[in-house]
T-cell receptor
């Protein structure tokens, strides 16, 4: 079964600086999708960025970018020019499949990001 | 686009009663809907996957008779917690998948408290 590990329960960053959140995963599949979701205090899950495993180029979305290392099964999220609104729980997720053949997301335990003014 | 709503946002019920939570995709047709449970300061755990017009697929360890899921249309899925007990108190989140994409769009969640 696929597993997703986020080894940093909490991280903090100064406003305007850069922070990197770590994520590793375990899979035997060769083609898959990885995601970073943000959950602010409102509890609404928001997709930050996604990466297709077959793409070698790292995904970027404005201030958010990933460092996808397929061989190492690593998928870290870099947030540049951190803003107060970036404070949230960040979950790394792997798109997998259940026994019935339906897709499912497997989430890591999350990293709580604090942005200091 | 891709807005998912949940109703109610909060519900308090007495032990032994049943409560229904609705999940709606407002601006797209959701071929698949997912139900998650999130305990305080923990991650999301998938409970079940529902496809429109067919029976839900439950994850291992989730009681299908306790957590009834109905996906009657391409825009509505419901989760009914039957004979609720205090240990069922949690945050329940639904998400919807749209055909042709690999993303899930999440609802705002429902906080269930069983007294």
């Amino acid at each position: 079964a696929q597993t997703v590990t986020q080894s940093q329960p909490e991280m903090s960053v100064q406003e305007a600086e850069t922070v990197t959140l770590s994520c590793t995963y375990d899979t035997s599949e060769s083609d898959y999708y990885l995601f970073w979701y943000k959950q602010p205090p409102s509890r609404q899950m928001i997709l930050v960025i996604r990466q297709e495993a077959y793409k070698q180029q790292n995904a970027t979305e404005n201030r958010f970018s990933v460092n996808f290392q397929k061989a190492a099964k690593s998928f870290s999220l870099k947030i540049s020019d951190s803003q107060l609104g970036d404070a949230a729980m960040y979950f790394c997720a792997y798109r997998s499949w259940n026994q019935g053949g339906s897709e499912k997301l497997v989430f890591g335990k999350g990293t709580k990001l604090t942005v200091n003014p | 686009g891709a807005v998912v709503s949940q109703h109610p946002s909060r519900v308090i019920c007495k032990s032994g009663t049943s409560v229904k939570i609705e999940c709606r995709s407002l601006d797209f047709q959701a071929t698949t809907m997912f139900w998650y449970r999130q305990f305080p300061k923990q991650s999301l755990m998938l409970m079940a996957t529902s496809n429109e017009g067919s029976k839900a697929t439950y994850e291992q360890g989730v009681e299908k008779d306790k957590f009834l899921i109905n996906h009657a249309s391409l825009t509505l899925s419901t989760l009914t917690v039957t004979s609720a007990h205090p240990e069922d108190s949690s945050f329940y989140i639904c998400s919807a998948g749209r055909g042709g994409t690999y993303e899930q769009y999440f609802g705002p969640g429902t906080r269930l408290t069983v007294t």
